[in-house]
């Protein structure tokens, strides 16, 4: 059983959110003048945490109690028609704007930088300038950092090595050059997968432009003035629990047809993409599609390669000492659970 079912099975509804909203004011919180505050400001409400612990759907209440919208930091959902295998969480049922997601056809390189940017102008357009609270929800951790500290002490890519480097790659193999940024930034090497050829070229790419690990640079955001004035509140369950919601939603996922949708990316021409090629969800149907795996084995692949996204996104996450986090297994109900959010936005 997951003992957070109560969270898991709330069901957002007008009436549902209204009693949420009768119970923090006889609670003595009063949310008009939260909003207010927060508008006054210009303050950033940070949801973050691994994948299923329930960022969307925090996000979507949060949104309804501050009469505002949301901002998803994914670096998949991003893309269009890429829904099922990102959980793309559907909005529009509580008449709520969800931005910067469906931005790209699958074969647009984003970079971190070009998402900053995008994200930037819809703060400034669709948030401060119409008196709304930004309200940003996600699990991708290096584009929150870009957004709310910057990231303008990474050096900008480089064509020359990025070349040799993908030739050696092709030549020697990835593994050996995995094996090489252990040796350099072993701290940034256990936090991605050692098939993201796209990460480990920049992380190599950054060492031989700096002489300093990825990590290193990455370390100076924690004393970095914030970009924007931000509440950070983590997600937290028992990973056990985590680890069971992953496997649900994967189950989940395929019912809906991920492998159709797959077909469907592969039929406009995105196969050799890199959003899918690197992916988890996609490139494990992506090689089943290639008969080199059977359904089940694709299936027991995509939750083994979530389980352990999800703990890079602990890791990450947990290295960043502003988050207050929300233990999720600490409540048995609903209302505690978003009064004690409320407390710490009103806190800060």
């Known amino acids: 059983m997951d003992e957070n079912s109560y969270f898991n099975n ?3 509804s007008k009436s549902s959110i209204n009693s949420i909203r009768k119970y923090l004011i006889e609670k003595g919180l009063d949310l008009k003048l939260i909003i207010k505050k927060l508008i006054e400001s210009e303050k950033l409400i940070v949801i973050c945490g691994p994948t299923c612990s329930g960022k969307s759907k925090m996000g979507i209440i949060l949104s309804e109690l501050l009469d ?17 295998g990102t959980d793309k969480f559907d909005a529009g049922r509580y008449n709520k704007k969800q931005y910067m997601t469906d931005l790209f056809e699958p ?3 984003m970079s971190v930088v070009e998402f900053k940017k995008i994200c930037d102008d819809v703060i400034k357009k669709h948030f401060f300038s119409v008196k709304k609270v930004p309200i940003i929800a996600g699990g991708s951790g290096l584009y929150i950092r870009s957004v709310i500290s910057g990231i303008d002490n990474i050096p900008e890519r480089d064509k020359n090595i990025r070349k040799k480097l993908k030739e050696m790659i092709d030549r020697d193999g990835l593994p050996k050059y995995y ?38 640079l990455h370390k100076t955001w ?3 003035k914030k970009r924007y004035d931000s509440i950070l509140i983590g997600l937290n369950t028992e990973r056990d629990i985590l680890y069971r919601r992953i496997e649900n939603r994967v189950d989940e996922m395929f019912k809906k047809g991920l492998v159709e949708e797959v077909k469907k990316l592969i039929d ?11 992916a988890v969800g996609y490139k494990e149907v992506l090689q089943h599609l290639r008969g080199e795996t059977d359904i089940e084995e694709c299936i027991n692949k995509v939750k083994r390669n979530t389980r352990r996204l999800a703990k890079k996104q602990i890791t990450w996450f947990r290295s960043e000492p502003k988050i207050n986090w929300i233990r999720l297994y600490n409540y048995d109900n609903i ?9 710490i936005i009103e806190r800060n």
Not at 186 to 213: C, F, H, K
């Open 222 to 224: 924690k004393n970095k």
């Open 68 to 84: 505002t919208d949301v901002i998803s930091i994914d670096s998949i959902q991003v893309y269009i028609g890429m829904d099922i």
């Open 107 to 109: 074969d647009h390189n």
């Open 179 to 216: 094996q090489r940024l252990k040796k350099i930034d072993n701290e940034y090497a256990v936090r991605i997968s050692e098939n993201d050829t796209r990460r480990i070229i920049r992380a190599l790419e950054v060492y031989e432009l700096t002489g300093i690990s990825f990590s290193s």
């Open 10 to 12: 709330f069901k957002i």
């Open 268 to 278: 406009r021409g995105y196969k050799d993409c890199m959003s899918i090629t690197k």
């Open 335 to 343: 209302f505690n659970l978003i009064r004690d959010i409320f407390i």
